[in-house]
């Protein structure tokens, strides 16, 4: 399905000349963290946010306050993930959608956007989840889809879930086989094993009894 079909027209940008207490009546009908506004010409100029709407007084016009507004937006052509990011960066809801000569055509919301995540393969297809940690200048992706591929998996989805200055963590959906080899050779290629797996910690257990034995048995 096309990413344009989930724009939402419903809501109209207010104009610069309606009077903040417009604006502070839609939030309180609205779960909107944002409203659009446009100017005298239908030109979109930006977002008032709940938070600030909330701070202006009521009797004057949008226009005196241009200076709170926040110029975020995204195209009808954006890619879902880059959308993904710009409500997270803007912390925001809606988001206002424009075409190639910025015209306003509507707004997504985060929750629709959302949904065609949860409908990609790292979601819907069998398989476990696995989280592996190492330095930020030692890992690589094609080093971590060789070692999944060399134990007959395939990687269903691949994303980077934390980083610091040393260290990155890559959050993993593996299909196809089972993930006990795959962390063997994780750990054989300098990888630290973040996620918690039944297997692998039934592994670890034993490992653990087995040395504990060996150690009373030294005594």
């Known amino acids: 399905m096309r990413l344009s079909e989930y724009i939402i027209n419903d809501v109209k940008p207010l104009s ?3 009077k903040v207490s417009d604006m502070q009546l839609l939030f ?7 409203i659009p506004v446009k100017d005298a010409h239908g030109n979109f100029l930006g977002c008032f946010s709940e938070a600030d709407a909330h701070c202006f007084d009521s009797a004057q016009p949008l226009s005196e306050f241009l200076y709170a507004l ?17 409500f997270a960066v803007n912390s925001a809801n809606v988001m206002p959608v424009l075409n190639s000569i910025n015209e306003y055509l509507g707004y997504y919301e985060l929750k629709d956007v959302i949904s065609l995540f949860g409908h990609s393969p790292f979601f819907t297809e069998a398989g476990g989840i696995l989280v592996v940690e190492k330095g930020i ?7 971590i889809s060789q070692i999944v591929e060399s134990n007959g998996g395939k990687i269903l989805g691949a994303f980077i879930s934390k980083m610091n200055s040393d260290l ?25 094993i973040i996620s918690g797996h039944e297997e692998d910690g039934y592994l670890e257990s034993l490992k653990e009894r087995s040395d504990y034995l060996k150690r009373y048995l030294n005594i």
């Open 137 to 143: 200048n030692d890992y690589s992706f094609s080093e």
């Open 168 to 192: 990155v963590q890559v959050t993993l959906k593996i299909g196809n086989t089972g993930l006990n080899e795959i962390i063997q050779t994780f750990r054989r290629y300098s990888y630290n």
């Open 16 to 18: 610069i000349s309606s």
């Open 70 to 86: 926040e110029d975020f937006y995204v195209r009808d052509n954006t890619p879902w993930l880059d959308i993904l990011e710009e």
């Open 28 to 34: 309180n009908q609205l779960t909107f963290s944002h």
